[in-house]
């Protein structure tokens, strides 16, 4: 992943509230990094053809999607970027993310929350996966039962 960067002329006042904004929510990244989501969210939503993004079992994460950790009071996030989930500047899963963060082994389905858009909420890993896995693979269940039992007559 390439980590090089220019400069992009940005308003002062534009500057400033994105800085209280940050400041208001408690969030420490890096007011670039936060510039870079917002430029990934207006491709995406006005055309950019390419549909990236990290698959998490059952899970697909869209390219520009957040997971955050809070452990010991702080929030830490991670980042998809492209087909990768980006903490620190590494390539990592996200059970990589909850040991890099905690330093123990964790459920990241419990500990780890979920952004897909800036303008979404934060939702609950384990509740993203409750949703998808209790009608995905069921379909494919239902069809081999379906067949097993036509197959037996």
């Not at 979920?114 to 995905?136: D, F, L, M, P």
């Amino acid at each position: 992943m390439l980590k090089e960067a220019i400069a992009v002329p940005l308003r002062i006042n534009v500057y400033f509230d994105l800085m209280e904004q940050l400041r208001k929510l408690g969030d420490d990244r890096d007011p670039g990094e936060i510039v870079g989501v917002a430029v990934r969210h207006w491709l995406a939503a006005n055309g950019c053809s390419r549909q990236r993004g990290y698959q998490w079992k059952e899970l697909f994460l869209p390219d520009g999607a957040e997971l955050r950790l809070r452990f010991q009071g702080v929030d830490y996030f991670a980042t998809v970027e492209g087909d990768r989930l980006m903490y620190a500047g590494e390539n990592v899963s996200p059970r990589q993310f909850a040991l890099m963060v905690t330093g123990t082994n964790r459920n990241a389905w419990r500990d780890i929350w979920i952004r897909r858009a800036v303008n979404e909420y934060w939702v609950q890993a384990c509740r993203w996966r409750s949703r998808y896995s209790a009608t995905w693979p069921s379909r494919f269940i239902d069809r081999r039962r379906l067949v097993r039992r036509s197959g037996d007559l």
